[in-house]
């Protein structure tokens, strides 16, 4: 053990102490705070009378409760193509900011206000009082000396070396024939209940008695009891008090024909959010026990006893894959052969799960939508007065941040295809099972293919998020394994996330409203299918407001690539691992077909992009074609053999396109404008080629983890997962 307490790996990566992750705060916690988010999210918009804030308090003469003032103001200016010329000149329509005022009323946040405290209450009484009820259910008995001698005695030993200091009661359940435990009780009353099958092992199996019990002492040690008291608390009353009311009001709505199909439609949203939360609440208990499970290891030093305890304790599942997937997702408990694996390798501490990445990207939409949605940005800002999404979006992307964090630490190169792929999955169910989806078809209704493209757009935005994360993380990662206080140290690159994200996340979410106005401005634009015009209307945003803004462009650079330099300066040099090879495509047949590809398909999409807005057919050999198109095609053509294909790409298209632009714009006089955004095209042409060949290459990557070697079954076999004793 070394002098700070902690036990060597004997297979420790190229991070120097990857038992420092466990210096950082757990996986349960950081899930746990997910929970909380995802719950008041949803909260803050599930009032009585919530859609009355976002469209107005106006009712019709059938008192129709979802009629705004918005399709007022629309109907009096003369219809959508006259309130878009408005809004493209930056007027309001009359009459709306009347009933702003009307809508933003003081109650509405009190009324949020008393829901959290009610919860907060509730939550409280749940974890103060249930450890006692439970306690004394029926069939349950103390363990002590008088009537169990020698198992009191065994138990007293366990618990003065696993919770030295801490008085634990155990008790057994008499009714309970099965050979488990539970650990459960709040501060200062600690208990474990144990089944009337453990009484057997105490003489057949000392050792697995041992595993059990330490088992569920790891889990007070852990101070994860805490927690799974008051995550099941706070949804047990946040489920009686405020989701079931709300929902059986959207469902009496239903059933008496009041508005049916809206309120079906909300009814069928929150159902969605019920399984969300299902989801969020799985994330907190399933990595309390791969955390106890650890603990349990490094007490005994060896994962046999608890292996064949969990071999004997859970038949060999036979579910089907569906039926797998889904369990992963809501279970609560992980399954036998998944903490059999996890023994060996404590990989599912590190990496986040699908489940989780689904919550995260979730959250996001419902943190933003409220405030940054077409209806919300229609109201004027009466959202303001009642949500703010800044502090819950600091709280997502450190929770975010650790993740990513955790991975590195224990891998020297994380490539989270699970948190990727989840958190943009997670962006399409919470623009789903989000509110605003509602409100913004009754201010203004827009096509399928709006939806898809601006689904399709933040779902590629949040994947480069976590690709950059993990390029962060990766950088600092060795500067925290070697400081005293590896927390603090980590708060600088959490912190570099959070400030991107608050950067990009308001015009991100707010360009769905210019996607709407689009369809419906008159112009040619308007005339481009669904996600064309979304791919229209981001980048004349994008090269309006950001690319032709130079300061914002070298403020984004320093940032983007400051950040993880500073991570690089502050750390050791870390050790390359001669395992840590990426799988090549070297075939030459490959390149030029990568090229080929990226090349065509960017001349196809400038083509239907340029011929619908100003009438131009560019050829394959067009000036402006060969700016865009060589540079990506050469990106492209490196990413493919390239370590880091995203970054090749990107410096390489930028090397070519800026002495191939500067060529066309001096000898053949083409407009500055014109290269600059043909050079844009081609950069970013490049960058989504290598985005598509980085995701061919990890499906055909052997399915282990990089920067380490194939973990052989005598490495499973002595190799304990590290954690402070």
């Known amino acids: 053990m070394d002098p700070r307490g902690q036990v060597p790996s004997a297979g420790a990566g190229p991070v120097a102490s990857r038992s420092r992750t466990f210096l950082l705060p757990s996986a349960t916690l950081t899930a746990f705070i997910l929970l909380i988010v995802t719950v008041l999210a949803f909260?803050?918009?599930?009032?009585?009378?919530?859609?009355?804030?976002?469209?107005?308090?106006?009712?019709?003469?059938?008192?129709?409760?979802?009629?705004?003032?918005?399709?007022?103001?629309?109907?009096?200016?003369?219809?959508?193509?006259?309130?878009?010329?408005?809004?493209?000149?930056?007027?309001?329509?009359?009459?709306?900011?009347?009933?702003?005022?009307?809508a933003s009323h003081p109650t509405h946040s009190q009324s949020f206000l008393i829901n959290c405290g009610l919860l907060v209450a509730a939550t409280g009484l749940h974890y103060w009082f249930r450890a006692t009820?439970?306690?004394?259910?029926?069939?349950?008995?103390?363990?002590?000396?008088?009537?169990?001698?020698?198992?009191?005695?065994?138990?007293?030993?366990?618990?003065?070396?696993?919770?030295?200091?801490?008085?634990?009661?155990?008790?057994?359940?008499?009714?309970?024939?099965?050979?488990?435990?539970?650990?459960?009780?709040r501060?200062?009353?600690?208990?474990?209940?144990?089944?009337?099958?453990?009484?057997?092992?105490?003489?057949?199996?000392p050792e697995a008695l041992e595993a059990l019990v330490l088992h569920e002492l790891a889990h007070i040690r852990n101070r994860d009891v805490d927690l799974t008291m008051i995550t099941l608390g706070f949804l047990r009353a946040y489920a009686l008090l405020v989701f079931a009311p709300v929902a059986l009001g959207r469902l009496l709505y239903v059933v008496f024909g009041v508005h049916p199909w809206l309120y079906a439609a909300n009814f069928a949203q929150m159902m969605g959010l019920a399984l969300l939360l299902i989801v969020a609440r799985a994330q907190v208990l399933r990595t309390r026990e791969y955390q106890a499970d650890a603990r349990v290891v490094a007490w005994q030093g060896r994962p046999e006893p608890?292996?064949?305890?969990?071999?004997?304790?859970?038949?060999?599942?036979?579910?089907?894959?569906?039926?797998?997937?889904?369990?992963?997702?809501?279970?609560?408990?992980?399954?036998?052969?998944?903490?059999?694996?996890?023994?060996a390798d404590p990989g599912p501490l590190m990496a986040p799960t699908f489940g989780f990445a689904l919550v995260l990207g979730a959250c996001l939409v419902l943190v933003w939508d409220p405030s940054s949605s077409p209806a919300a940005q229609w109201s004027y800002g009466a959202i303001w007065d009642l949500w703010r999404p800044e502090p819950l979006t600091v709280l997502l992307m450190m929770v975010l941040g650790l993740a990513v964090l955790r991975a590195a630490l224990h891998w020297d190169t994380p490539r989270l295809h699970a948190l990727r792929w989840g958190l943009a999955l997670g962006l399409?169910?919470?623009?789903?099972?989000?509110?605003?989806?509602?409100?913004?078809?009754?201010?203004?209704?827009?096509?399928?293919?709006?939806?898809?493209?601006?689904?399709?757009?933040?779902?590629?935005?949040?994947?480069?998020?976590?690709?950059?994360?993990?390029?962060?993380?990766?950088?600092?990662?060795?500067?925290?394994?070697?400081?005293?206080?590896p927390l603090g140290v980590a708060f600088v690159p959490c912190?570099?996330?959070?400030?991107?994200?608050?950067?990009?996340?308001?015009?991100?979410?707010?360009?769905?409203?210019?996607?709407?106005?689009?369809?419906?401005?008159?112009?040619?634009?308007?005339?481009?299918?669904?996600?064309?015009?979304?791919?229209?209307?981001?980048?004349?945003?994008?090269?309006?407001?950001?690319?032709?803004?130079?300061?914002?462009?070298?403020?984004?650079?320093?940032?983007?690539?400051?950040?993880?330099?500073?991570?690089?300066?502050?750390?050791?040099?870390?050790?390359?691992?001669?395992?840590?090879?990426?799988?090549?495509?070297?075939?030459?047949?490959?390149?030029?077909?990568?090229?080929?590809?990226?090349?065509?398909?960017?001349?196809?999409?400038?083509?239907?992009?340029?011929?619908?807005?100003?009438?131009?057919?560019?050829?394959?050999?067009?000036?402006?074609?060969?700016?865009?198109?060589?540079?990506?095609?050469?990106?492209?053509?490196v990413a493919v053999f390239a370590p880091h294909p995203l970054r090749w790409a990107v410096i390489t298209s930028v090397l070519l396109g800026l002495p191939v632009g500067a060529l066309f714009a001096v000898v053949w006089e083409v407009p500055t404008t014109l290269m600059r955004d043909s050079l844009i095209f081609g950069v970013e042409g490049a960058f989504l080629a290598a985005l598509a060949i980085s995701g061919l290459s990890a499906a055909r990557r052997p399915a282990e983890r990089p920067g380490r070697r194939p973990a052989t079954r005598a490495d499973k076999a002595i190799r304990p997962p590290e954690l402070p004793r």
């Open 43 to 102: 909260t803050a918009i599930m009032q009585p009378d919530y859609y009355r804030i976002f469209t107005g308090n106006w009712q019709g003469s059938e008192g129709d409760p979802v009629e705004s003032c918005l399709r007022q103001g629309i109907a009096r200016v003369g219809g959508a193509e006259a309130a878009m010329e408005l809004w493209a000149q930056d007027r309001r329509l009359p009459g709306v900011a009347e009933c702003n005022r009307s």
């Open 133 to 185: 009820s439970r306690a004394r259910r029926r069939g349950v008995r103390p363990i002590t000396a008088e009537n169990l001698p020698h198992l009191t005695a065994e138990l007293l030993r366990l618990a003065d070396r696993a919770v030295p200091g801490q008085q634990v009661r155990f008790l057994i359940d008499l009714l309970d024939p099965a050979a488990n435990g539970v650990a459960f009780g």
């Open 187 to 205: 501060a200062g009353r600690r208990y474990v209940l144990l089944g009337r099958g453990v009484l057997p092992l105490l003489d057949r199996a």
């Open 306 to 343: 608890l292996r064949r305890l969990l071999a004997a304790a859970e038949p060999a599942d036979t579910a089907g894959r569906l039926r797998a997937s889904l369990r992963r997702l809501s279970g609560t408990h992980p399954t036998a052969a998944s903490r059999t694996a996890a023994l």
């Open 428 to 485: 399409v169910v919470g623009m789903a099972v989000s509110p605003m989806l509602i409100a913004n078809g009754l201010g203004m209704p827009t096509s399928f293919g709006i939806e898809a493209g601006s689904a399709l757009l933040r779902g590629a935005l949040v994947v480069l998020l976590v690709l950059w994360c993990e390029y962060l993380a990766a950088a600092w990662a060795p500067a925290v394994a070697a400081a005293r206080r």
């Open 495 to 637: 912190a570099a996330a959070v400030a991107v994200t608050l950067a990009a996340a308001r015009p991100v979410f707010e360009m769905h409203a210019a996607f709407i106005l689009a369809q419906y401005d008159g112009t040619a634009m308007s005339d481009l299918p669904g996600p064309l015009l979304v791919f229209a209307v981001a980048q004349t945003t994008a090269l309006a407001l950001y690319f032709n803004d130079v300061p914002w462009l070298l403020g984004a650079a320093a940032l983007l690539f400051g950040a993880p330099a500073l991570g690089r300066l502050c750390g050791p040099r870390p050790v390359a691992s001669p395992s840590a090879q990426k799988l090549r495509l070297t075939s030459h047949r490959a390149i030029w077909l990568a090229g080929g590809l990226t090349y065509v398909g960017l001349w196809w999409v400038l083509t239907g992009y340029l011929d619908v807005l100003w009438g131009i057919t560019p050829t394959l050999l067009s000036d402006g074609m060969l700016v865009a198109g060589a540079p990506a095609a050469a990106g492209a053509a």
